[in-house]
T-cell receptor, first 112, second 116 residues
Framework: GDSVTQMEGPVTLSEEAFLTINCTYT??????LFWYVQYPGEGLQLLLK???ADDKGSNKGFEATYRKETTSFHLEKGSVQVSDSAVYFC???????????WGAGTKLIIKP | GAGVSQSPSNKVTEKGKDVELRCDPI?????LYWYRQSLGQGLEFLIY????????KSGLPSDRFSAERTGGSVSTLTIQRTQQEDSAVYLC??????????????FGAGTRLSVL
C-alpha cells in the first residue's frame, strides 16, 4: 500500500541555518503531496502542497518540489527562525483521495 | 465556525468507561475525517464521512469504536469500554469534499484522551 517515510527527529538547528527535512513516498498512480506543521499546543496546519510532478509548493519561506523520479518531496527553508520550531508531517493523498497517508513527523528545534 | 472545533480538549477516564468525542467541522465542508495520533507516531486514519454516510470504516481499531454524523455537520466518535491503549490524541479534520482537487483537510486542535 501507499506509504510515506520522513527523516527521524529531532532536528536541532541554529537560527538562520538552512533546513532540509527529507520525505520519500511509495504510491501507485499520481498522488498529491502535502507538508503539514503542528506548532506546540496547536492543531495541524497545511503548510504547502503539490499535486503533480515537478510542481513546487511554497509558503512562509518553505519550499518542496514534487520529484516523481526520486519519489521525494523534501522540505527546505533557506534561513530558519525560532518560530519555526514545530513538528512537520509529510503526507500524501492517493488514488482513494480521501485518506491522507502520513509520515511519522519530524520535530524541528531552532535555537537562538 | 472559523475552524474545526473539537471538544473536550482533554479527557481523562477510567478503564472500562465509555467516552464521546465531538467534532464541529468548518461550515460548508461536506467531508469529515477522524484520525488518531499516538505519542511519537504519525497519524492513523480511523474513518471518514461524506455527508452523513461513512463509506469507509476500515480504520476503526475495534468494534468498541463507532462514529456518527448528523445533519451533515457535527460528528461524534464514541469509544466503549475504554482501554489504556486507547490513550492518544484524536484529531478531526474537514474538507470541502473528498474530490482530489478539493481535498485539503483542515484540522482541529484535537482531544487528548488519557485512560487510567
Amino acid at each position: 500500500g501507499d506509504s510515506v517515510t520522513q527523516m527521524e527527529g529531532p532536528v536541532t538547528l541554529s537560527e538562520e541555518a538552512f533546513l532540509t527535512i527529507n520525505c520519500t513516498y511509495t504510491a501507485t498512480g499520481y498522488p498529491s503531496l502535502f507538508w503539514y506543521v503542528q506548532y506546540p499546543g496547536e492543531g495541524l496546519q497545511l503548510l504547502l502542497k503539490a499535486t503533480k510532478a515537478d510542481d513546487k509548493g511554497s509558503n512562509k519561506g518553505f519550499e518542496a518540489t514534487y520529484r516523481k523520479e526520486t519519489t521525494s518531496f523534501h522540505l527546505e527553508k533557506g534561513s530558519v527562525q525560532v518560530s519555526d520550531s514545530a513538528v512537520y508531517f509529510c503526507a500524501l493523498s492517493g488514488d482513494s483521495n480521501y485518506q491522507l497517508i502520513w509520515g511519522a513527523g519530524t520535530k524541528l528545534i531552532i535555537k537562538p | 465556525g472559523a475552524g474545526v472545533s473539537q471538544s473536550p480538549s482533554n479527557k481523562v477516564t477510567e478503564k472500562g468507561k465509555d467516552v464521546e468525542l465531538r467534532c464541529d467541522p468548518i461550515s460548508g465542508h461536506t467531508a469529515l475525517y477522524w484520525y488518531r495520533q499516538s505519542l511519537g507516531q504519525g497519524l492513523e486514519f480511523l474513518i471518514y464521512f461524506q455527508g452523513n454516510s461513512a463509506p469507509d470504516k476500515s480504520g476503526l481499531p475495534s468494534d468498541r469504536f463507532s462514529a456518527e454524523r448528523t445533519g451533515g455537520s457535527v460528528s461524534t466518535l464514541t469509544i466503549q469500554r475504554t482501554q489504556q491503549e486507547d490513550s492518544a490524541v484524536y484529531l478531526c479534520a474537514s474538507s470541502l469534499s473528498v474530490a482530489a482537487s478539493k481535498n485539503i483537510q483542515y484540522f482541529g486542535a484535537g482531544t487528548r484522551l488519557s485512560v487510567l
